[in-house]
């Protein structure tokens, strides 16, 4: 008998706020986290790409000074999310042993190896400091977070690209149902606003290059679309058995009903245009618990604003939903917070969980034309979801045709 597994807490630091409510509650305004860089670096390296979603709160200053120079910037999100989401879900006491991290991560701690790079060419081995591998580790962030809480039965890291923090997700569900843990914390971080993932996703021609209006620039289904806008931040969420949660009279925010992995084996950065392996792992997420793809009222999709990622994605919702996707909200939230890429996962997922506890579907912002090739019903403000049983899924794909999608139902 499968067990149910709910959510009891959310944190956030992301391009919208420093806090998940906060990030929440500007998705809802139709506000966008993505400004113009103001870095020296920007001019120095001469990028292509002036801007991008910078988390909206500096890490330092939601940190004690000593433990953030200790940390990754993507650690100190994590750190910062993992935090918030274990206060938000009241829990004070739990058996180490029955307590695990499921995290997530695109790229790790790039800051501290390219900048541990300069200082070895431009310093010499001695100045290169004690902490950097502990500190670029893409496991850091799981590390910093099982380390801090005191959880003793895993602390694991997926490094699935953009599918990160949603494979990370599905995961924790499975980790619960096969009894490794009776809480897991989990969810996925970035800070990739460097210089070289800057110049090498411009390099590629990801990367959207409206200079003049960085707001406007992540455009999800529009004709005019030209790429995403690299974001930065955390999510967290902390899942349970219902069991466990009802025992100590936690607040639920929603149940998760599944969670799914699936690969293209198409192309290393190109989407299946079918979406046929996508298009498994919602069925999979959807049907994992019993219930049936005609129960679903919400997507919160991929969506990057890529000309070519937002129409594959399309054809795998089509080709799941059919005519029955014409009835289903669809919000597209990177057009507010941009692409946390690794991060992703984690933030759309708390968006979603939210979205049926408040049963509202957040609004997709700059969308002016909707492209023709994409028949979709989406959310241009925010829209109630209706009453009775609600059922949601957050989709997430990356480079190397990594497919990750969890299923949300309201509690």
């Avoid at 979406?275 to 997420?285: K, P």
């Avoid at 990057?304 to 009835?327: I, K, M, N, Q, W």
């Avoid at 090739?373 to 989406?378: F, S």
Wanted: net charge negative; proline share 5%.
């Amino acid at each position: 008998m499968p067990k149910k597994i709910v959510v009891t807490g959310v944190g956030a630091t992301s391009p919208l706020g420093g806090t998940a409510r906060d990030s929440w509650n500007a998705l809802l305004a139709g506000e966008s986290g993505a400004r113009s860089l103001e870095q020296d670096w920007v001019a120095q390296y001469e990028l292509p790409v002036t801007f991008a979603a910078q988390a909206k709160v500096a890490s330092e200053n939601q940190l004690e000074r000593v433990e953030a120079k200790r940390l990754d910037p993507g650690s100190q999100f994590a750190l910062i999310a993992a935090r918030e989401a274990w206060a938000d879900s009241g829990i004070e006491d739990v058996e180490p042993e029955r307590l695990g991290v499921d995290w997530a991560t695109g790229i790790g701690g790039v800051w501290t190896l390219l900048n541990a790079w300069d200082t070895l060419r431009e310093k010499g081995p001695r100045r290169v400091l004690p902490m950097t591998v502990p500190m670029l580790m893409p496991n850091a962030p799981a590390a910093a977070i099982e380390m801090h809480l005191g959880a003793r039965a895993y602390a694991r890291t997926v490094v699935s690209a953009c599918a990160s923090s949603t494979e990370s997700l599905a995961n924790a569900y499975e980790h619960i149902q096969q009894g490794f843990a009776d809480v897991v914390i989990t969810g996925g971080a970035e800070a990739a606003i460097h210089p070289l993932p800057l110049a090498a996703f411009a390099s590629m021609q990801a990367l959207s290059k409206r200079n003049d209006e960085p707001a406007a620039a992540s455009r999800p289904y529009d004709v005019t679309r030209d790429g995403f806008v690299l974001g930065e931040g955390a999510a967290a969420l902390v899942l349970e058995t219902e069991e466990h949660a009802k025992a100590r009279g936690a607040r639920i925010y929603a149940e998760v009903v599944g969670g799914a992995v699936t690969s293209d084996s198409h192309h290393i950065t190109a989407p299946d245009p079918e979406g046929t392996a996508a298009a498994r792992a919602m069925i999979a997420a959807i049907e994992n618990h019993g219930y049936s793809r005609s129960d679903v009222r919400h997507v919160n999709a991929h969506a990057t604003s890529t000309p070519v990622g937002d129409v594959a994605e399309y054809h795998a919702l089509r080709h799941v939903f059919g005519e029955g996707l014409d009835g289903i909200a669809v919000s597209a939230t990177k057009a507010s917070t941009g692409h946390l890429l690794g991060g992703a996962g984690g933030i759309e997922a708390i968006f979603t969980v939210l979205a049926l506890a408040e049963r509202t579907a957040p609004p997709t912002i700059n969308l002016n034309e909707m492209d023709p090739e994409i028949e979709l019903d989406v959310v241009r403000e925010p829209r109630p979801l209706g009453d009775g049983d609600l059922l949601a899924i957050s989709n997430s794909f990356g480079f190397g045709g990594h497919n990750a999608v969890v299923a949300f139902a309201t509690a």
